[in-house]
Antibody, heavy 121, light 107 residues
């Protein structure tokens, strides 16, 4: 059974940094496409970043140059390093993965419960 | 930037059919996916690859595709189907996008 557990959210001042983690079980993080998706309070879903099994990475224009997606095979964990945080980055951050072994594009077959990021002074 | 456009809201009586559209220029080239999200919960995949239904999703959920528009169809709507629904697809630059979201209200 696939399980995703996010952590690392919290309160940070504008301009600050946070690193989110997504601990995976039931599949191998390094063999699957994985994305971060966020949702601002009362707003819709926004795709943030993807990492492919060949380690290619892509970012939404809104976070490019500030956020970095990565993974640790030994920990079977996905990360999102967020720098230069802005109030508009505030929201719930989810990690999500397609059905195991699907490598023709990303979509969210399984999701974590999300971790809340608050950016405020 | 690439956008997927959905109607903000759809209202439907129990037992009737709800149709939610999602329009985007790149939809003929990339699969569409549909998610259901209830308040305070993570999204749940209800349709993948335009029209495939994951195991555990009721048969009343189906998807179709025609040109630059994809449609989520909920046949025989039930009260428990009241939720926000989002489409999602890829663009041609390696990135992904969600639709604007549709709130389904069961009257």
């Amino acid at each position: 059974e696939v399980q995703l557990v996010e952590s690392g959210g919290g309160l940070v001042q504008p301009g600050g940094s946070l690193r989110l983690s997504c601990a995976a079980s039931g599949f191998t993080v390094s063999s699957n496409y994985m994305s971060w998706v966020r949702q601002a309070p009362g707003k819709g879903l926004e795709w943030v970043s993807v990492i492919y099994n060949g380690d290619s990475t892509f970012y939404a224009d809104s976070v490019k140059g500030r956020f970095t997606i990565s993974r640790d095979s030994s920990e079977n964990t996905l990360y999102l390093q967020m720098n230069s945080l802005r109030p508009e980055d505030m929201g719930v951050y989810y990690c999500a993965v397609p059905f195991t072994g699907y490598n023709s594009g990303w979509y969210g077959a399984d999701w974590g419960q999300g971790t809340l990021v608050t950016v405020s002074s | 930037s690439y956008e997927l456009t959905q109607p903000p809201s759809v209202s439907v009586s129990p037992g009737q059919t709800a149709r939610i559209t999602c329009s985007g220029d790149a939809l003929p080239k990339h699969y569409a996916y549909w998610y259901q999200q209830k308040p305070g919960q993570a999204p749940v995949l209800v349709i993948y690859k335009d029209s495939e239904r994951p195991s555990g999703i009721p048969e009343r959920f189906s998807g179709s595709s025609s040109g630059t528009t994809v449609t989520l169809i909920i046949s025989g709507v039930q009260a428990e189907d009241e939720a926000d629904y989002y489409c999602q697809s890829a663009d041609s630059s390696g990135t992904y996008v969600f639709g604007t979201g549709t709130k389904v209200t069961v009257l």
